[in-house]
């Protein structure tokens, strides 16, 4: 085998709940699942010991050595010797969206790369080492994640939910975010075990009830468009609508289709390319 071609969705916050900080991080509990947004890539065995990334799609704003992708490789290479190898990313996933655009390309590298090589061995250890996200982001589904996000409980559903999602031309930082959710000294009751329960009990009103992300209101304190967002999604008739992880993307649940594709027709001629059709997938 020369070549290989993996694609890995992004990743949605169903249920984002803060715990309490230890030292320099907070513990969280999160209800997290895979959505149809896919970054693709491909990645070509070289003769020689060489790395290279080219970037396709979406913009990337940052140097190669910087980019996730590329540390994956080079993590890959030095951990199993091996030649080297030209990645390349399609990139789908909004960039720095908190729908784990990044931790989605250290896992395509690291499974693509398992299958090149033929090294036939668990990448959790190593996804671990360049994010938080990226172990849970080798498999994807629904999962809850605790900790610092490293602790992945799988869970074997196949439910499937339909979104709208509202991108915006900003930056919020995970860690200003988590800044401002501390200065409001705001808590905020649980809601990942009553939407396991709703998965459990295929509750659709219960689980959409449940959807909550404790970051959203310091999220719309740094930027204020996703205010209007949510605001507008809402306005549009939603289950429900909640930031994405640190943001700025804005995600609007909906347990039928047709709920959601009427909601979209009210928004797409004021929100253009910049709303998006998905759905909940499992790999």
Request: aromatic fraction near 8%.
């Amino acid at each position: 085998m020369k070549k290989i071609t993996v694609k890995v969705p992004a990743k949605i916050n169903i249920t984002l709940d803060i715990l309490g900080a230890n030292e320099n991080y907070h513990e969280i509990s999160s209800l997290v699942t895979s959505i149809d947004i896919y970054d693709e890539i491909t990645v070509a065995k070289r003769r020689d010991y060489k790395i290279t990334l080219t970037m396709k799609g979406l913009p990337v704003d940052c140097s190669v050595t910087d980019n996730n992708a590329f540390k994956a490789g080079l993590l890959f290479q030095d951990t199993f010797k091996t030649r080297g190898f030209d990645i390349t990313v399609d990139k789908k996933i909004p960039v720095a969206g908190g729908l784990g655009g990044s931790s989605a390309d250290i896992a395509g590298v690291l499974n693509a790369l398992n299958l090149l090589f033929e090294i036939d061995m668990n990448m959790e250890k190593l996804a671990a080492e360049l994010g938080s996200d990226a172990p849970y982001m080798l498999k994807g589904g629904y999962a809850v994640i605790s900790g610092r996000g490293e602790k992945i409980e799988r869970l074997p559903f196949n439910k499937t939910l339909f979104l709208l999602l509202i991108t915006e031309n900003a930056n919020v930082s995970a860690r200003a975010c988590y800044k401002k959710y501390d200065q409001r000294k705001r808590e905020y009751p649980p809601c990942t075990a009553k939407a396991v329960t709703a998965l459990t009990n295929d509750d659709d009103n219960a689980l959409i009830e449940a959807v909550k992300n404790d970051l959203g209101n310091a999220a719309c304190e740094i930027v204020q468009q996703i205010k209007f967002n949510l605001f507008a999604l809402n306005k549009a008739g939603v289950g429900k609508a909640i930031v994405a992880g640190s943001g700025p993307t804005v995600l609007g649940f909906y347990a039928d289709k047709k709920a959601r594709d009427k909601a979209y027709k009210k928004l797409a001629p004021l929100f253009g390319e910049n709303l998006i059709k998905a759905k909940t997938v499992v790999q």
